[in-house]
């Protein structure tokens, strides 16, 4: 089976007379560009609003089974969708944690049982999910995870602390790593995979207010916590090898996920853009020859990424150090956007010192927000630093 | 019209196959020793191996196969000279290559045959373009009087003590065009080489004064202004590629050292000081390898378009800033021994300080992708 060209055409005309028709306009807030983003009730009402309208149409969940409120239809479907969600900027879908992570795995690993409970709570944004794998003193290293889950009858009962649970108070499940046997003989076989409920008396959230000054993520408290047993996910000490699975997803090295628009893409196309009529000694900064040096280095940059992607598909071409491109792909692409989104500050002039919540500040200080949510690029998941060691290790062969 | 926007980047079988052998013949046949031995020698090269490499078919590979060559295009060049510059060989292959690329695009297939032959055949030569240092000079004063005589002198004429063919860039009615000069026509005295910073090149002032220039040695034409356009975005990516290869084998001369010195009872390659800007190097690698294969694929055969400019500048403004980089922490990172003429990384920190010279600077190109991006 696959779709024709004309079907593909009908569709994506399709698709896009309605996000033209549905596209929301401007709520007068700042929308978040990521799902890590969502700070506050009103942004998370809109964006729920929003994720409910896009599946209640059918664009998405488009190739999840029908009987769990997806579409049941070829995955190209979705693509396209996705394609034209992106090309119409509209919002994201947010509860990505579920379309993109525990959704997918459900559907690969889950029982009966699990999916009719789940899958459709995910797609309609009735249920938000989040994930509690890393905790406080264990940041990188997941398979130390010591958060205690004690069978007792029918219930668990989880003590710990998990940290960065993005949306964890907003969130009604929760994708948890604890630890049923601590003395098992490797540390990861003690682990075991929870789809734990929040709304239960012994979890606690704390909010995170980030550098932005806005909130996203929560510290996760459990304290006694009781939840049913067949929360558990496959069997005790099955944790690592269904986290890992739930990795992949994360990364998107295996399909599955419900689609819908995960984050707001901001190149330097948008940037170059909204600063057109930005002026520097009474002229477009655009004009300015040292601006447009360093503007020309911000572009060149940015397309090195964009074609260290087609080449590290030609194998003649990356014969030297085979897995570099790849290895060092969220080490050269994060540390560019923070760089970028730095550099559009700049460019401001004395509108550059202005913040999200002023009336004049540029695109309600897009920019400046933009700037400081992209350390959560370069510092989670493995810093920049520890990504440079790790080029340095496995592909240069660097001494430790 | 996005700025990004053109990503193309293709390798053909041919490019991968000329790619491969071109590493494995500099590999053997310029070692780090043979590039050393010929570091104060006149030519700068082996002229036994300048004629393996004409057998090999590498001063053939963009010409037609009417003119003797193998028709494979510019594109093809490109893997070449990234293995010489890996090698750091010299030889006046890139001089060669750009005068050959200039006489064919200005002069066309049929008129310039018998030249191209004997360019493919493995006559040397060489484009005589600047008068002063300034790459971004447009203004020509050397001329041909109303007898047909040259007048005037070019700097920085790459090779041309080796060179048997030289295409001069003069000024002719008002507009641009080439003078084709050979090494018998010249005075005895009118060569003057350079010292260069890179002693594994050569280059000289040339006076062009007084030699006669047949009717049929002289290329005027519209084609010419194309043609010379073409020449510094050719020379610029060429450049580039060499630049990237010669900053692939100084990244290497950096790991080997990092991985086998000891310091304070460590590797010195275990030191984030270290490892993170060879990190860095690594990646500035990485992109300029992408950078000159994208400028390769947008060459097409006919005078460059908007694209290929844009990929060749980027090429160029990336290549030589990165070389620039690797070889002077090359120097840094050997310590006291990098201090010596002795380390290998003299060679990189110099030829480093050659190629961004060579057809403009990153800043040169920068200011004009400005133009081409910007307005």
């Not at chain 2, 000079?137 to 048997?164: M, P, Y």
């Not at chain 2, 004064?209 to 610029?236: K, M, N, P, S, W």
């Amino acid at each position: 089976m696959s779709i024709s060209k004309q079907e593909a055409k009908d569709f994506r005309d399709q698709v896009s007379a309605w996000m033209k028709e549905n596209k929301p306009a401007d709520p007068g807030f700042l929308l978040p560009q990521t799902f890590m983003e969502v700070g506050d009730e009103r942004q998370l009402e809109f964006l729920r609003e929003w994720q409910h309208k896009v599946w209640s149409a059918g664009y998405l969940g488009m190739a999840w089974p029908e009987e769990y409120g997806g579409g049941g239809m070829e995955r190209g479907y979705q693509a396209i969708a996705d394609q034209e969600m992106r090309r119409h900027a509209v919002p994201i879908c947010f509860n990505v944690i579920g379309l993109g992570w525990a959704g997918p795995l459900i559907i690969d690993m889950g029982t009966e049982r699990e999916k009719a409970r789940y899958l459709k709570g995910i797609l309609s944004a009735e249920d938000i999910w989040c994930q509690g794998f890393s905790e406080p003193d264990h940041g990188s290293d997941l398979g130390n995870a010591q958060t205690r889950a004690v069978r007792d009858g029918d219930e668990y009962v989880l003590n710990g602390q998990k940290i960065w649970t993005t949306m964890g108070n907003f969130a009604r499940y929760m994708i948890l790593l604890a630890r049923t046997n601590p003395d098992a003989a490797r540390k990861y076989d003690g682990l075991s995979y929870f789809l734990a409920p929040m709304n239960v008396p012994g979890i606690e959230t704390r909010p995170i207010r980030k550098i932005t000054g806005e909130y996203g993520f929560t510290e996760t408290f459990f304290t006694d916590a009781r939840i049913p047993a067949d929360c558990l996910m496959g069997e005790e000490g099955q944790g690592w090898k269904i986290a890992m699975q739930t990795l992949q997803y994360e990364r998107g090295a295996e399909a599955g996920a419900a689609g819908g628009l995960m984050m707001v893409r901001v190149t330097i196309d948008d940037m170059i853009e909204e600063l057109r009529d930005v002026a520097r000694d009474g002229e477009p900064v655009l004009k300015d020859p040292v601006m447009r040096d360093q503007l020309v280095k911000m572009i060149m940059e940015e397309k090195s990424i964009a074609l260290g992607d087609r080449r590290a598909r030609v194998p003649a071409l990356t014969s030297d150090y085979p897995h570099s491109l790849m290895l060092s792909h969220k080490l050269r692409t994060t540390e560019m956007t923070r760089r970028m989104r730095q550099f559009a500050i700049n460019l401001q002039g004395a509108a550059g010192g202005l913040y999200v919540g002023d009336p004049e500040a540029r695109q309600g200080g897009f920019w400046q927000r933009a700037y400081f949510n992209s350390f959560s690029a370069t510092i989670g998941g493995g810093t920049s630093q520890v990504q440079a060691n790790i080029v340095a290790e496995h592909i240069l062969g660097l001494p430790k | 019209m996005s700025v990004i926007g053109n990503t193309a980047l293709s390798f053909s079988e041919e490019q991968a196959m000329l790619l491969d052998v071109a590493r494995e013949f500099c590999r053997k046949k310029s070692p780090i020793a043979a590039v050393r031995a010929q570091l104060e020698t006149g030519s700068g090269y082996d002229p036994a191996l300048w004629d393996e490499m004409v057998a090999l078919g590498w001063t053939g590979i963009a010409l037609p196969e009417s003119c003797g060559g193998s028709g494979m295009g510019m594109a093809t060049v490109v893997p070449v000279v990234e293995a010489m510059g890996r090698a750091m060989l010299g030889t006046p292959l890139i001089s060669t290559t750009l005068a050959a690329q200039l006489l064919l695009r200005a002069g066309g297939e049929g008129p310039m045959e018998s030249v191209l032959a004997d360019i493919a055949a493995g006559a040397t030569a060489t484009v005589a373009l600047l008068e002063n240092a300034d790459w971004g000079e447009s203004r020509i004063t050397c001329t041909l009087d109303a007898g047909g005589v040259l007048q005037g002198s070019k700097k920085f004429v790459a090779d041309a003590t080796a060179a048997s063919l030289f295409v001069v860039v003069i000024e002719h009615h008002g507009a641009p065009a080439l003078a084709i000069v050979r090494a018998g026509q010249l005075s005895g005295d009118a060569i003057s080489p350079h010292t260069l910073i890179d002693q594994t090149r050569r280059s000289a002032s040339v006076n062009f004064g007084g030699v006669a220039v047949a009717e049929g040695d002289l290329i005027t034409g519209g084609a010419v202004v194309t043609a010379l356009r073409d020449l510094y975005l050719l020379g610029a990516l060429l450049t580039a590629a060499e630049a990237t290869g010669s900053a692939a084998s100084c990244l290497d001369t950096i790991v080997d050292y990092l991985k086998t010195r000891k310091q304070f009872g460590k590797l010195i390659g275990s030191y984030q000081a270290l490892k993170h800007p060879t990190v860095d190097i690594l990646t500035a690698v990485d992109s300029g390898r992408s950078f000159i294969y994208h400028a390769a694929t947008l060459l097409g055969e006919g005078p460059l378009d908007r694209d290929a400019e844009i990929a060749c500048r980027m090429a160029k403004a990336h290549a030589t800033e990165t070389l620039l980089y690797a070889g002077d922490r090359a120097v840094q990172f050997h310590g006291g021994m990098g201090f010596t003429y002795e380390c290998d990384a003299q060679l990189y920190i110099r030829r480093a300080q050659w190629s961004q010279q060579q057809y403009g600077d990153a800043q040169h190109h920068r200011k004009r992708l400005a133009s081409l991006l910007l307005d």
